[in-house]
């Protein structure tokens, strides 16, 4: 899910990049047509972090990095189905203030599982689960504090036995959450934290299941990929080929050997032939609105979608643009 805007310094620096931006020129990025098609629609909120398909509803689920929440993405009252708009489901009110962040759909159990973080002080992270249904909370997992360390819940991953896998951004590990939202451990390995400072300035991020059982993670600064199998919980670096990963951030399962890596400034597909030993970047695809900052993607209907992070306008207008590769 773009740098996870891991620290309030990172926000503040984020807005004073755009904000020194000419204004002619977000002008120029915001009229320039995407080549490919896209969805758009008005918020609540500038900033949204991760969306998601959910195919039973027929929607987009997206999340509120500003004052937390999760609202779906829908036709207008008319029912144009060009002019979308976003309904708020969830918003609750001892987490206002707090930044929602990965989101993953639990389909077995018919839930959203929400990872959560404080985005300014770092003050605790979470895990949260919402019935689909009724939108009632099923449960919320303190993973951390600021009295014990310094975290980031930044994504989360489901397996097939509802298990949750949420990556921290800033202390370099992994919670697992089983079930019914209890901690039951946490995945740490020396190779989540690379040499060099600048390599760490915001650690692992991206997070899926494979049914093959092991996890795919994909470590931003650096762009190092990692597989994780749950078996043993032992960790290796994945053999990337044919381009960087740098600045990789929400990753979308697409088949057993694609992922998608979103990132700014391009997403890429990624392909693997040997269980994820190694893999190649096969194909790159960038917006072009490098301003909005893409974080995460999601596959519809067999297209892929990137979501952008920032809205724009006074009507703050966010938007899906499918990625070709």
Not at 55 to 77: H, K, N, T, Y
Not at 107 to 128: E, I, M, Q, T
Not at 134 to 150: C, G, I, M, P
Request: net charge negative.
């Amino acid at each position: 899910m773009s740098p996870s805007f891991c620290s309030g310094r990172f926000s503040v620096a984020l807005f004073l990049v755009i904000s020194a931006v000419p204004i002619s020129y977000l002008v120029s990025l915001e009229r320039a047509v995407p080549p490919t098609h896209v969805f758009s629609y008005h918020s609540s909120g500038f900033f949204r972090e991760c969306a998601k398909w959910d195919d039973a509803g027929r929607r987009f689920l997206v999340s509120f990095m500003d004052g937390g929440g999760i609202g779906e993405v829908v036709p207008s009252d008319d029912g144009d189905i060009d002019a979308l708009r976003e309904v708020t489901l969830v918003k609750d009110a001892d987490l206002a203030g707090n930044a929602s962040l990965g989101i993953v759909i639990d389909r077995d159990r018919n839930r959203l599982l929400v990872a959560v973080a404080d985005l300014l002080g770092n003050r605790y992270s979470a895990l949260a689960a919402y019935d689909m249904s009724t939108w009632r909370r099923v449960f919320l997992a303190e993973l951390s504090s600021q009295s014990k360390e310094k975290s980031f819940a930044d994504d989360v991953a489901v397996d097939a036995r509802g298990n949750a896998y949420v990556t921290d951004a800033k202390g370099s590990k992994i919670w697992k959450v089983d079930v019914n939202g209890e901690l039951v451990s946490t995945i740490e390995s020396p190779l989540f934290t690379p040499p060099g400072w600048y390599n760490n300035m915001v650690a692992l991020n991206g997070i899926v299941y494979h049914p093959d059982g092991f996890l795919i993670v994909i470590h931003t600064f650096s762009g190092l990929l990692y597989k994780i199998d749950l078996t043993d919980d032992k960790v290796t670096v994945v053999e990337v080929t044919g381009g960087t990963l740098r600045f990789g951030d929400g990753l979308e399962l697409l088949s057993p050997t694609k992922i998608v890596v979103a990132g700014s400034p391009s997403a890429r597909l990624v392909k693997s032939s040997d269980g994820w030993r190694t893999a190649t970047v096969t194909g790159w695809f960038s917006t072009g609105m490098v301003h909005r900052i893409v974080s995460s993607a999601t596959l519809k209907e067999g297209r892929v979608y990137l979501n952008h992070i920032v809205g724009f306008g006074s009507n703050k207008r966010h938007i899906l643009v499918e990625a070709v590769f």
